[in-house]
């Protein structure tokens, strides 16, 4: 079974701290996202990497980069977080060979104060 | 940008009835997938279903897919309580890696 781990299930900072969201994956694969699911928003696509070293802006970068040092790992950091970040953050992977079929982590509850 | 639109948005059912869900999208697509989202919880890939297929099964799930109305439905057969959870269609196009959420179906089972 793909397993993607996210490193905390809830997490609350204050306006202005930097926050690193952290995504684990044990599966080999190439390509990790980062989303955020707001009510009636539905998730939206931070930034994917479809390589280590590789990144690409989704629908929504602003405020936010990513990291990808090693395949197995995706890192999200809000660099001085403000209120307007409060929300879900979901990591997905997925392999390049195939269906595009995500693996989900079970998600990151944010809470910026 | 959101591709894909479920409608309805929020349904209730007892249980044992069957649940029907509707995803619309936009463009050309390579294929669909749904996937459920139980509260709180990170999304579980349910069925994909390819764009040169009409139709496709798995146990008590049945995909359609229209490529010339650009819709898909969704329908869970004999429902039952652990079915309560939202549901998500996502559209993968040609030669992407990504995959476009639709803003989800809120399915609650009645016991």
């Known amino acids: 079974d793909v397993k993607v781990t996210q490193s905390s299930r809830y997490l609350v900072k204050r306006t202005g701290e930097k926050v690193f969201l952290e995504c684990v994956q044990d599966?080999?694969?190439?390509?990790m996202f980062w989303y955020r699911q707001d009510p009636g928003l539905g998730l939206r696509l931070i930034y994917f990497?479809?390589?280590?070293?590789?990144?690409e802006k989704g629908d929504i970068p602003e405020g936010y980069s990513v990291s990808r040092e090693k395949k197995e790992r995706f890192s999200l950091i809000l660099e001085s977080a403000s209120t307007n970040q409060t929300s879900m953050y979901l990591c997905?992977?997925?392999?390049?060979?195939?269906?595009?079929?995500?693996?989900f982590g079970a998600g990151t509850r944010l809470s910026v104060l | 940008s959101q591709q894909g639109e479920e409608d309805p948005q929020a349904l209730s059912i007892q249980e044992g009835e069957n649940a029907t869900m509707n995803c619309s999208y936009k463009?050309?697509?390579?294929?669909l997938q749904w996937y459920r989202q139980n509260s709180g919880r990170g999304l579980v890939h349910l069925i994909l279903?390819?764009?040169?297929?009409r139709e496709k099964h798995s146990g008590r799930l049945r995909v359609t897919l229209d490529t010339s109305k650009k819709s898909s439905s969704l329908l869970i057969t004999a429902s039952r309580a652990a079915d309560t959870a939202s549901y998500f269609c996502?559209?993968?196009?040609?030669?992407?890696?990504?995959?476009?959420f639709g803003t989800g179906t809120r399915l609650t089972i009645i016991p």
């Open positions: 279903i390819r764009s040169n297929e």
């Open positions: 599966m080999d694969h190439e390509n």
């Open positions: 463009t050309s697509i390579n294929n």
């Open positions: 990497s479809y390589d280590v070293k590789m990144k």
């Open positions: 996502a559209t993968a196009d040609f030669g992407n890696e990504k995959l476009t």
């Open positions: 997905a992977s997925s392999t390049r060979t195939g269906s595009n079929i995500q693996y």
